[in-house]
């Protein structure tokens, strides 16, 4: 199945500092009435499920990447934003790039190799007691499988069949401190291969929709 994305790059006279939390709010509130773009329902109750509109901020440019329905949204973003806010600063946008393609998710018969942007926020409080007292040889076990679980609860989300099984590999990290709305978290950076083809920008893990878990192949 054909996934449709979109891409839209901003870039202003100055470096937008690396928050796409505060990114993705100052896009989210201009669209209230709108879950795709911040993942509240009108009852305020959080949607879970895999989110369509991603935020990253990627060498000092902004980024929106949408999915299916979601690169539908950002493609119309492209004639309506003039400037962002990121915390009290408005940078206004100089060079606006939008790309629109597709992209068919499928099983490779070869690994493919591929590594996080962003860091990727794979553990929670169980697997991450696992992987603290786990020597390397675990914890890279660990984190194979968590990536696998990753891939496939996304593609789910996406409504992606995937038939055959996937074989995940980590093969090197390196952990990060991250802050996600003021609580400390672990995030990785590393590399890692698997028998599935992914677009680059894809995310993958916890708190995609504000710039966790990019990818990029080799």
């Known amino acids: 199945m054909s996934t449709k994305l ?12 690396n928050n796409p939390e505060k990114f993705r709010g100052d896009i989210a509130s201009k669209h209230l009435n709108n879950p795709l773009f911040h993942q509240h329902l009108q009852n305020s109750k959080l949607a879970y499920r895999y989110p369509l509109i991603h935020y990253l901020i990627i060498r000092g440019n902004a980024i929106i990447f949408g999915l299916q329905a979601g ?3 950002v493609s119309r973003l492209f004639s309506e934003l003039d400037d962002i806010t990121i915390g009290a600063e408005k940078y206004p946008i100089l060079n606006k790039q939008l790309n629109i393609k597709a992209h068919i998710f499928t099983v490779t018969d070869s690994q493919k190799q591929y590594y996080f942007v962003t860091p990727w926020l794979a553990l929670n409080n169980t697997n991450y007691l696992n ?3 786990a020597n390397w040889t675990a914890r890279k076990q660990l984190l194979s499988r968590v990536l696998t ?17 996937l074989f995940a590999e980590i093969e090197s990290v390196k952990p990060v401190n991250c802050n996600i709305k003021g609580s ?12 599935f083809d992914m677009p680059p920008l894809f995310s993958i893990g916890k708190s995609v929709s504000r710039g966790f878990g990019v990818i990029l192949g080799e």
């Open 131 to 133: 992987y603290k007292d």
């Open 6 to 17: 979109s891409t839209l790059i901003l870039t202003s006279s100055k470096l937008i500092p």
């Open 149 to 165: 679980g990753n891939i496939l609860s996304a593609a789910k989300g996406l409504g992606i069949k995937i038939g055959k099984k």
């Open 184 to 195: 400390p978290l672990i995030g990785f950076y590393g590399q890692f291969k698997i028998n």
């Open 71 to 73: 690169a539908d949204e």
